[in-house]
Structure formats: C-alpha cells, structure tokens
C-alpha cells in the first residue's frame, strides 16, 4: 500500500500536524508536526520522524531516550490536513517519562475504564517483578502455576453455575474473577493481551478468507 504525500495539504509553513496514537490501547501518545520529508522518512524506515518547530529541524522520535515508536499506520482526515499515526511504543512517549503526554486530565464527566484489562495486567506485572506482602496476586505467584491452574478451573465453575442461575450480577462477578486469575495466568506463562489479540485477529482473517 503507497501513501500519496501529494494529497495531504501542508500548511504555509510546510507542515502538517500529526496525532499519535498507540495502536494497541487507542490513547493518543503526543502531537506533533511533519514536514514532507520527515512522512518519508517515517515511511521508508516504519519508525517515526516528525519537524521540531522549535529548533527547526527534523527529529528521530527516541534516538536519544530510546523511546522510538514503530509506525504501524499513517491515515489523512478528510480534507487531507492532518494525519492519524499509530504506532508501537518502545517507551514513554513523554519527556516526562509518562507513558503519554496528555496525563493531566483537567476536567471530565466520567473516567474512562477502556483499558480496565491492561491496567488490571500492569498491577500484576508489578506484583510478579515486585512481591508485596499481604497481596493475593502475589500470593497466587509464590503458590505457583498449580494454585493458578486450580483457581482458574474453580472460577470457570462459578461462571457456569452463575450462568445456570440467569443471574447477571453473579455472572459478572464471576467472569471478572475468571478473568483475573486468567490474567494471572497469561503473566506466568508470557502470554500477552497482544498475544491473544493478534491470534483472534489471525482466526478472522482465516473465516474471512474461506468464504471468499
């Protein structure tokens, strides 16, 4: 697939802003500005290159703190004026050292809850690499993949009896649990979300073909 740079309307000053995105968990990372010649380097080299205004020169995203990002998509708005780039993070991708720079929320309605799972995941990362004494995950993680394996089957019972009963409050709380200790899991077996992401995106994309 070609990316027609023709197309994209630069401003006056040659640039064009770029939103970034993570492509696993959908936050947008950072802003910044292209010029035509930093969209193909981002191109040719799959990581990403953007026009720092203020030094007025080009600038590889992460040379220096490491923090690069892979380029795994470059999509245009509809009048061609700005650019959507999702991307891979090897790192924060703020100077702060936060993981976007958008982290000061300064006003909301409701707090978002989309990546419940991975900060559900990240807690028990921590956990593993980090013991805490009185936790339960890092309990489960000291009694070993047998304990694991044991409140998995367990939960996966409570969930078909909940289920049995049409009960959706109970069944929630079981998948949750069910969930968790699955989570768990996957972190002892390095099994990732990304991992399980891809292998379903792998089945619909062989459904798909078979029908073709």
Known sequence: MTFSI????????GLIPAVVQDFHTGDVLMVAYMNAEALEKTIDTG??????????????KGATSGNRQLVKSIAKDCDGD????????????CHTGNNTCFYRTEWET?????????NVVEVIRKRQANPLEGSYTTYLFEEGIDKVLKKVGEEASEVIIA?????????????????FHTLVLMQQSNVTINDINEELVKRHIAKTEAKQ
């Open 6 to 13: 023709e197309q994209l309307s630069f401003q006056e000053n």
């Open 47 to 60: 990581e990403a290159w953007f026009f720092s205004r203020s030094r007025q020169e080009l600038w590889h």
């Open 82 to 93: 700005s650019l959507l780039v999702q991307v891979e993070p090897l790192g924060p991708a």
């Open 110 to 118: 409701e707090a978002p809850n989309r990546n419940a799972v991975r």
């Open 163 to 179: 289920a049995k009963n049409e009960d959706p409050e109970e069944l929630t709380w079981e998948i949750a649990d069910l969930v």
